[in-house]
């Protein structure tokens, strides 16, 4: 496994010490800070053991890893700010797909069925070709939005 060495400078040191000592901060901000405070190899500290580390502040080893890797490789923004998802994804449901499945779900229900369910009504979309696959949450999400009541 390789080793990440975690060597602040004064700046850094301060700041983490200003994270801890002032104002209001998330819980994973005050624990990266307090890991990065405590594997720093700089001048301004003492370097303690990751297991020491670990039983004192209650995380996992892989956890101080993870942190010092993230140090070592984003530097010091990187590990204290939340990184927030970048996936991005499609839309299924146009205006187009909705206005279909709003004539489908006001229609008469299927022969042995008193009224559509959410699974009929994907089941149906697929059939007519709106759509490649479309889950019964997708229906349930457009549905809600019309306000459309299918229980009435």
């Given at each position: 496994?390789?080793?990440?060495?975690?060597?602040?400078?004064?700046e850094?040191?301060?700041?983490?010490?200003?994270?801890?000592?002032?104002?209001?901060?998330?819980?994973?901000?005050?624990?990266?800070?307090?890991?990065l405070?405590n594997?720093?190899?700089?001048?301004?500290?003492?370097?303690?053991?990751?297991?020491?580390?670990?039983?004192?502040l209650?995380?996992?080893?892989?956890?101080?890893?993870?942190?010092?890797?993230?140090?070592?490789?984003?530097?010091?923004?990187?590990?204290?700010?939340?990184?927030?998802?970048?996936?991005?994804?499609?839309?299924?449901?146009?205006?187009?797909?909705?206005?279909?499945?709003?004539?489908?779900?006001?229609?008469?229900s299927?022969?042995?069925?008193?009224?559509?369910?959410?699974?009929?009504?994907?089941?149906?979309?697929?059939?007519?070709?709106?759509?490649?696959?479309?889950?019964?949450?997708?229906?349930?999400?457009?549905?809600?939005?019309?306000?459309?009541?299918?229980?009435?």
């Amino acid at each position: 496994m390789e080793r990440y060495k975690v060597t602040l400078n004064k700046e850094e040191w301060e700041q983490l010490h200003a994270i801890i000592n002032r104002g209001v901060h998330s819980s994973q901000k005050f624990r990266n800070s307090y890991i990065l405070l405590n594997t720093d190899e700089g001048e301004f500290s003492e370097k303690i053991v990751n297991k020491k580390i670990s039983e004192v502040l209650k995380v996992g080893m892989r956890t101080i890893d993870r942190v010092k890797k993230k140090f070592v490789e984003d530097g010091l923004e990187g590990v204290l700010e939340r990184n927030t998802g970048t996936r991005v994804y499609e839309k299924k449901a146009d205006g187009d797909f909705e206005a279909h499945l709003i004539s489908i779900a006001c229609s008469e229900s299927p022969e042995g069925f008193a009224r559509w369910s959410l699974r009929l009504l994907s089941e149906k979309m697929v059939e007519l070709k709106y759509v490649e696959s479309v889950s019964h949450e997708t229906i349930r999400k457009v549905l809600k939005k019309t306000n459309l009541n299918l229980g009435k």
